[in-house]
């Protein structure tokens, strides 16, 4: 059974910084492009970065550029996010998948999703 599991969402001030995980299973890990994803209160879902399978290149929303590092280990089968200058429109819950696509990784459909992480942040 494919699995995505994030953690290290929480409660945080604003300026601090947080590293998001995603933890896959259940699939061959660096056959697969890894994004991450978020919705705030109200909106819709965002995305805000990917990592390729490929090279590892990495591509990110204009939102978030500057602030969030995406990553990932192969070797442990998990991806990371991290978060440095948070800002309160940084609330939402933050959810990483799994795509298939040898094209690109930003704006393409994903295949397996996690079940998310609630990051919030106290002005």
């Known amino acids: 059974e494919v699995q995505l599991v994030e953690s290290g969402g929480g409660l945080v001030q604003a300026g601090g910084s947080l590293r998001l995980s995603c933890a896959g299973s259940g699939f061959t890990f660096d056959d697969w492009n890894i994004g991450w994803f978020r919705q705030a209160p109200g909106k819709g879902r965002e995305a805000i970065s990917c990592i390729m399978r490929s090279d590892g290149n990495a591509f990110y929303a204009d939102s978030v550029k500057g602030r969030f590092t995406i990553s990932r280990d192969n070797a442990k089968n998990t991806a990371y996010l991290h978060i440095n200058s948070l800002k309160s429109e940084d609330t939402a819950v933050y959810y990483c998948?799994?795509?298939?696509?040898?094209?690109?990784?930003?704006?393409?459909?994903?295949?397996?999703w996690g079940q998310g992480t609630q990051v919030t942040v106290s002005s």
């Open positions: 998948a799994a795509g298939s696509q040898r094209l690109g990784c930003f704006g393409f459909v994903y295949d397996y």
